[in-house]
C-alpha cells in the first residue's frame, strides 16, 4: 500500500510539475503545444501564399492597370480583382512590424480555425489598396502569438503590409483599449488606415487592444527590374 500512495504522489507531483512548466512557457512566452501546431499551419499558409505570388498579378490585372497613373489607383484596381479570389483560412499576404519583431503570413478570416494559422483579415473590411479601413486579429498568447506584444507598438512605428499585387506601408497614429463588441473601431474614417486588434489583457478576452495606422506608402508589383517591389 505503502509502495502505490509513493508512485501516486510522484505522479501527481510530476504531473504539477508539467502544469507549471507549461504556465512558466506560457507567461514567458507562448502555449507550447499551440505553437507547435500553430507553427506547422503557417507553414501551410507560406507555401500557399508562394503560390498567390507566383500566380499574381495575373496579365489580365497588369493589362486592366495599364495606362493608369496613380499608384493608388492601380492598387485599387489590382485589390479589387484580386479580393473575389480570398478563400477563409488561406493566405492573402505578409504583415511585418518590425518594433515587436513579426513578419508572418496573413490569411483571410477571423474565426477560431483561421486564427491559429495566424493573423486573420477582417473579412467584413476591405483589403490593402480598397479605400476603407483594413482590420486585421491576432492570438497573444496561443498559436505563434503573433500579437503577443502589440502594446510595444509605438506612435510613428510603420507597419507593412505585402500582398501579391503591392505592398502598404502604414504609420501608427494611436492605441485604443476597448470593449470586444465595438465595431465602431472598423468603419471608415476618410482616409486608409489599418486597425490591429488582439485580447487584452493577455490570457483574458476581456477587452480588445486595437492598434491604428494611416497609410502613407504604396509599393507596386515590379513588373522588371530587381526586387518584388518598386516605388510609386
Known amino acids: 500500500m505503502q509502495r502505490l500512495i509513493r508512485i501516486v504522489s ?3 507531483i510530476t504531473a504539477g510539475l508539467v502544469v507549471l512548466a507549461d504556465a512558466g512557457l506560457t507567461l514567458v512566452w507562448q502555449e ?3 505553437a507547435a501546431y500553430g507553427s506547422f499551419k503557417q507553414g501551410q499558409a507560406e507555401d500557399q501564399l508562394n503560390d498567390l505570388e507566383a500566380e499574381y498579378p495575373t496579365p489580365a490585372d497588369l493589362a486592366a492597370i495599364a495606362g493608369v497613373r496613380s499608384p493608388a489607383a492601380k492598387a485599387r484596381i489590382l485589390a479589387d480583382r484580386f479580393k473575389p479570389h480570398l478563400v477563409r483560412g488561406h493566405a492573402i499576404g505578409r504583415i511585418k512590424i518590425d518594433r515587436i519583431g513579426v513578419n508572418i503570413v496573413v490569411v483571410q478570416g477571423t474565426d477560431t480555425a483561421s486564427l491559429q494559422k495566424g493573423p486573420g483579415h477582417y473579412t467584413n ?3 490593402p489598396g480598397q479605400p476603407g479601413t483594413v482590420a486585421i486579429a491576432g492570438h497573444r498568447t496561443t498559436y ?3 500579437f503577443r506584444h502589440i502594446d510595444e507598438i509605438r506612435d510613428g512605428d510603420e507597419i507593412r503590409i505585402e500582398m501579391p499585387y503591392a505592398a502598404f506601408t502604414y504609420a501608427v497614429e494611436k492605441h485604443e483599449i476597448v470593449d470586444p463588441g ?3 473601431i472598423i468603419k471608415p474614417v476618410g482616409y486608409n488606415r489599418l486597425v490591429l486588434t488582439a ?6 478576452a ?4 486595437a492598434i491604428f495606422a494611416k497609410l502613407t506608402r504604396i509599393d507596386l508589383f515590379a ?6 517591389w518598386q516605388a510609386p
Not at 199 to 204: E, I, K, L
Not at 206 to 209: N, Q
Not at 223 to 228: K, L, P, S
Request: aromatic share 6%.
Open 10 to 12: 510522484i505522479m501527481l
Open 206 to 209: 476581456a477587452h480588445r487592444y
Open 182 to 184: 465595438d465595431v465602431g
Open 125 to 127: 473590411t476591405p483589403i
Open 32 to 34: 507550447p503545444l499551440s
Open 144 to 146: 505563434l502569438a503573433p
Open 199 to 204: 485580447c487584452h489583457p493577455p490570457y483574458s
Open 223 to 228: 513588373i522588371e527590374g530587381e526586387g518584388r
